[in-house]
């Protein structure tokens, strides 16, 4: 019996440890993030629309695409599986490498969320010193790994309940807020609502906005990379797609509002960040107290989304390497199934970057190039995302999918269509350089493509020269 049929990697056997609600969880912890909210809070009502153009253009077709590849080819490695299926081990290795790769550089940007909000529950002027944000984060970062290293049933206690106290309580807390405001007849900073307020203005100024927005659903895919250790796959995943989907829309668009309702545009637009807003809706509000305990539950939301990122990858990488595509470093894993040489080096190259981006703040226009090849790199991933799941219809029409895109090939190329064109836009727009950057535009677009090039091809140079003393041979010891 193969590793797959069995349910094992590397040896060990998978635990069957997740449900509808710990994958549902994973998903969300990769997805909601309140730290996007007052950003979207600053467009008003024209936010319901943008919302409804990302859901439109890639959450619901990212949610169906991946419920119908997950439940078709449950055998774990999240998008590697996937597009392997219709592109072979190129496009797979690809996906998958461009997944792991943006993760190296978006790390300092959650792990700097992390230790900003930490300090206002204990003094925000710690925000402006760079020993104590480099402290926090790498205690943040290596924490994390740490839980990782524990395996998979370790991550999942651990995400489930972060994810509530840390996501979804603090967006209910702010919707409730918001409700108990209107309620008691303060005054809304909002115009009154009419359909021409819900619609998001388009023009060449809000173009690069687009990116953002079809990007703010970003993780959708995340639970597909724990396929080995759900109980039941087939059955389970499609209905965490819709749960998830479902928390993430309602808790994101009911608390931008209620914010949106709450505070001026003019402080929104403060580059201060997300507790700022917090702080001045709760004084607004008359519970200036909650500030201090929100900003703990929003740090561990945000390290909770870390987790979830930093996990789902990397096990898909392990897998990579178990199937001898990398060298045999990368496919070491400890009894818990964790791939553990995998998530030290990420910590590592994490850590490196986090060290220049805190202590040497020259280098901040290289990290906003760095910053935008995150966007061209999910793109790349989800192009070739939707493009398998065309693909495999046509490819491997018999294959058993208890989940189906609904609509027959018509309702698949719908689905599939317009998240690729939403994907292939914003790595368009993604191309735009923002107005504060001070160099030649074309300088700007050729480096984020080089750079792109350069952390999108190693898969093909990893195949290249791949060797046969890779492949681990039967019974798991090389």
Request: positive net charge; contains cysteine; proline residues 6%.
């Amino acid at each position: 019996m193969s590793e797959e049929a069995s349910g094992q990697s590397n040896g060990i056997p998978s635990k069957k440890v997740l449900g509808l609600f710990a994958l549902a969880m994973i998903n969300v912890a990769a997805v909601l993030s309140i730290r996007n909210f007052p950003s979207m809070a600053v467009y008003g009502w024209s936010c319901i629309g943008w919302y409804i153009m990302g859901a439109v253009m890639f959450l619901i077709p990212i949610s169906l695409a991946g419920a119908e590849l997950a439940t078709g080819w449950p055998q774990g490695g999240g998008v590697y599986a996937w597009v392997k299926q219709a592109f072979g081990e190129k496009g797979g290795f690809t996906a998958l490498f461009c997944e792991w790769s943006n993760n190296l550089v978006w790390f300092p940007t959650v792990l700097s969320f992390i230790a900003s909000t930490l300090a206002f529950a204990l003094t925000p002027e710690l925000a402006n010193s760079p020993y104590y944000m480099f402290s926090v984060m790498m205690i943040a970062f290596w924490g994390t790994t740490a839980i990782a290293y524990f395996g998979e049933e370790a991550s999942t206690k651990f995400g489930n309940v972060g994810v509530i106290l840390g996501s979804i309580i603090p967006a209910i807390l702010i919707i409730l807020l918001g409700v108990w405001w209107m309620g008691s007849g303060a005054a809304l900073v909002l115009p009154p609502l009419t359909l021409e307020a819900m619609m998001p203005v388009i023009n060449v100024t809000t173009l690069p906005f687009f990116a953002t927005i079809i990007l703010l659903f970003a993780g959708m895919e995340m639970a597909g990379f724990h396929a080995l250790e759900t109980k039941n796959p087939q059955k389970d995943f499609p209905r965490a797609m819709a749960l998830s989907a479902v928390i993430i829309v309602v808790c994101t668009v009911l608390a931008t509002l209620a914010i949106a309702m709450v505070i001026p545009a003019n402080q929104l637009n403060l580059a201060s960040g997300v507790m700022q807003a917090i702080e001045y809706f709760f004084k607004a509000a008359g519970v200036p107290w909650l500030v201090a305990p929100m900003a703990i539950l929003i740090t561990l939301g945000g390290v909770v989304s870390l987790a979830a990122w930093l996990i789902g990858p990397a096990k898909g990488l392990g897998i990579v390497a178990e199937e001898g595509n990398m060298p045999p470093l990368f496919d070491k894993t400890n009894k818990y199934g964790a791939p553990v040489a995998v998530l030290v080096i990420q910590a590592l190259i994490g850590s490196l970057i986090s060290l220049l981006y805190v202590f040497l703040p020259s280098v901040n226009q290289a990290y906003w190039i760095l910053s935008a090849m995150t966007v061209e790199l999910l793109c790349i991933v989800y192009v070739l995302v939707f493009a398998s799941v065309i693909k495999l219809r046509y490819s491997q029409p018999n294959t058993p999918r208890p989940f189906k895109i609904p609509g027959g090939m018509a309702g698949v190329w719908i689905v599939g269509g317009l998240g690729m064109f939403g994907t292939i836009f914003a790595f368009i727009v993604g191309l735009m350089p923002p107005s504060y950057f001070t160099t030649s535009g074309f300088t700007y677009v050729g480096s984020v493509l080089l750079g792109t090039f350069l952390l999108a091809v190693p898969p093909l140079v990893f195949l290249k020269f791949k060797k046969a003393s890779w492949l681990k041979p039967a019974g798991g010891v090389r």
